[in-house]
């Protein structure tokens, strides 16, 4: 049960890895360090988008519309902090 302990936490680091690379690479396209013209680049952010969209949908029908910023990925975020500690305190049950 350790293991399935192990692999929950790994997807829940690959996930925040996800996450916090997607929030990074819209920061530089938005501020034209990098632009979407290049093939690697857009491929990179169509690949994460399509991974993350689902779980962004879900959070942005709950929060309130706020203009120009987006808090979803904040909230996915905190969502994952928070699986990640409660995994951690219960890890008695995978024993």
């Given amino acids: 049960m350790v293991s399935l ?45 399509r991974l993350l969209e689902p779980i962004y949908s879900r959070i942005r029908r709950v929060l309130p519309a706020i203009q120009g910023i987006d808090l979803a990925p904040l909230v996915a975020l905190i969502g994952v902090y928070a699986l990640r500690i409660i995994l951690a305190n219960n890890i008695s049950a995978f024993y």
């Avoid at 916090?20 to 169509?46: D, E, K, R, T, Y």
């Fill in 5 to 49: 302990f192990q692999i929950l936490m790994l997807v829940l680091d690959v996930v925040w890895f996800f996450i916090i690379a997607h929030v990074i690479l819209s920061w530089l396209i938005n501020f034209q360090v990098i632009n979407l013209h290049q093939p690697l680049v857009a491929q990179i952010w169509s690949g994460l988008n």
